[in-house]
């Protein structure tokens, strides 16, 4: 039982526009989302985060969106630069429960 | 302030052998959590200790699979009699308490079971 998806395995965007990832989620209780990249043969490195009590966290180029009635958050990247290529996992918690349960993320390409 | 620190970084194994890897959580980081990510696959969820405790081991296999976070010294995950199924990342993640908060990643340990 999946409950964390990122839909779009792979995603490529020009360098200077918007990179838009995505994420669904399907636990209710889920009550922290983060996202966090990941280059190969390294450990994810924590990007952003946001708490169901927003609806939005911004933090330089990266910006995270939670729509709790679709149980969706976005991240945004903008301006993209090549250096964002990576993977792309979204995370969540909650419900009295510490551990952090994955998407299987996105890869991201940026074109130059 | 160093990160989270893994070893062995690559490690492999014959079917049969015991592995043994280990993760120092970041200073002042008294929680620790490990995760396998098998290939093209998300990270899972495998056990969560504090100091000498464990809290959550939900995501541990029944079977050959046990971990430790001692009060001195670095958190152990071992795997015995180790099959090629086992062959995946695994990473260990710290943080400095309950709740909401990011968890910190090491640069894992690849396991290879030949």
Same mark, same amino acid.
């Given at each position: ?23 669904? @989620?399907?636990?209710?209780? #889920?009550?922290? #989302?983060?996202?966090y990249?990941?280059y190969?043969?390294e450990g994810p490195t924590f ?14 180029? #990266? ?50 | 302030n160093a990160g989270v620190m893994q070893n062995?970084r ?12 280990r993760c120092s959580p970041m200073k002042g980081h008294?929680?620790v @959590? ?13 056990? @969560? ?19 430790? #976070?001692?009060?001195?010294?670095p ?14 990342? @695994?990473f260990c993640a710290s943080s400095p ?5 990011e968890a910190f990643f090491g640069q894992g ?6």
């Open positions: 039982d999946q409950q964390v998806k990122q839909n779009s395995p792979s995603l490529s965007v020009q360098e200077g526009r918007i990179s838009i990832l995505n994420c669904d @989620y399907t636990n209710s209780m #889920f009550d922290y #989302f983060l996202w990249k990941k190969p043969a990007l952003i985060s946001i708490s169901s009590i927003k609806d939005k966290n911004e933090d330089g180029r #990266f910006t995270v969106f939670l729509n709790k009635s679709a149980k969706h958050l976005s991240l945004h990247i903008v301006p993209s630069q090549p250096g964002d290529s990576a993977v792309y996992f979204c995370a969540a918690s909650g419900g009295g429960n510490e551990k952090l349960t994955f998407g299987t993320g996105t890869r991201l390409t940026i074109i130059p | 062995p690559h490690l492999v194994r014959r079917r049969g052998q015991e592995a043994r890897l008294s929680h @959590y490990w995760y396998r990510q098998l290939p093209e696959e998300g990270l899972k969820f495998m056990v @969560y200790l504090q100091k000498e405790n464990i809290i959550d081991e939900s995501g541990m296999p029944k079977e050959r699979f046990s971990a430790e #976070f001692p009060k001195e010294g958190s152990i995950l071992r795997i015995q009699q180790v099959v090629r199924g086992d062959s995946a990342a @695994y308490r309950q709740g909401r908060t340990t690849r396991l290879t079971v030949v």
